[in-house]
């Protein structure tokens, strides 16, 4: 009995040992007391979250990180390149501290991470549309006024929102809009190309990334295709709920920073414009 009770004081102190070190390790700072932290972030999202030729962390939302980390002296940020799905179950986990995706605002999403005071950057949004439509679809109100047939979007999409809200605020001149939750970007570039819908309500990066980047899938399809950037939507950095203090840390840092131009400076560097001019002003 001796022998079995000391079996299990022993087992538990292996268990104690155990977790701590592995509070440590998610937790852990140099003799300096400066704590590292672990930024998972998108490695496919050019241009706001990808790794360059050499296999470095970069793109909008990862300098924009790099530069609130000279400010936090207390902290040293630590880049890990991962998927979508990782980033998020991850970050949720605490296996990361925090996560960067061209994130937008859901109710799903904040009750599983802390979204910051101050938001990261501004995705810009539009209307991807064929070159004969150039000039004459501008934006939502064109697509309804011109009885204009928009790609399904998914009803959780952004974009999706953007319509709810557009329909709401003008009951007279509606948009019919299909909801799908099927279809790959390249359908939906080839199907405006086609003719079998007339815009796609989608962001400025994939139209960049897949049509007008010379090494872009569909970039063939350049000189038919046309962009009308008409709104922009605030994006987050995701962190995990325990980490309350550093969220706030972020918020400070980075309020200094657009005081300072840098964030319009990264913006206008890794999206070719201040995409915040097309934030709705508050």
């Not at 962390?57 to 990180?65: I, R």
């Not at 948009?175 to 962001?203: K, P």
């Not at 980047?213 to 922009?232: C, I, K, Q, R, V």
Request: aromatic letters at 10%; glycine letters at 6%.
């Amino acid at each position: 009995m001796k022998k079995f009770k000391g079996l299990i004081i022993l087992t538990l102190l292996v268990a104690l040992f155990v977790t701590a070190c592995s509070s440590k390790e998610n937790n852990s700072s140099d003799n300096s007391g400066v704590r590292t932290i672990k930024v998972a972030y998108a490695q496919t999202g050019k241009p706001i979250t990808f790794q360059d030729e050499k296999g470095n962390a970069t793109g909008y939302d990862v300098e924009v990180l790099k530069l609130i980390d000279e400010k936090l002296l207390q902290y040293q940020f630590e880049f890990i390149p991962t998927t979508d799905d990782d980033l998020l179950i991850g970050v949720e986990s605490g296996k990361y501290h925090l996560g960067l995706k061209n994130a937008f605002y859901t109710d799903a999403r904040a009750e599983k991470y802390i979204y910051p005071k101050e938001y990261l950057g501004a995705s810009a949004s539009g209307l991807l549309i064929r070159k004969e439509d150039e000039g004459i679809v501008n934006d939502l109100s064109d697509i309804a006024s011109l009885g204009k047939k928009l790609l399904p979007i998914a009803p959780q999409d952004a974009q999706y929102a953007l319509v709810q809200k557009y329909n709401e605020e003008n009951p007279d001149n509606q948009i019919n809009v299909e909801t799908s939750e099927s279809f790959v970007v390249q359908d939906g570039i080839v199907w405006i190309s086609e003719g079998r819908y007339d815009a796609w309500l989608v962001i400025k990066s994939t139209y960049d990334a897949n049509v007008v980047a010379e090494d872009g899938p569909y970039h063939y399809l350049n000189e038919e295709l046309s962009w009308s950037t008409f709104t922009a939507t605030k994006t987050w950095p995701l962190f995990n709920r325990e980490e309350q203090e550093l969220a706030d840390a972020y918020d400070e840092a980075i309020k200094e920073l657009k005081e300072e131009g840098k964030i319009k400076e990264l913006l206008i560097q890794f999206l070719g414009e201040d995409t915040s001019q097309y934030l709705d002003k508050e």
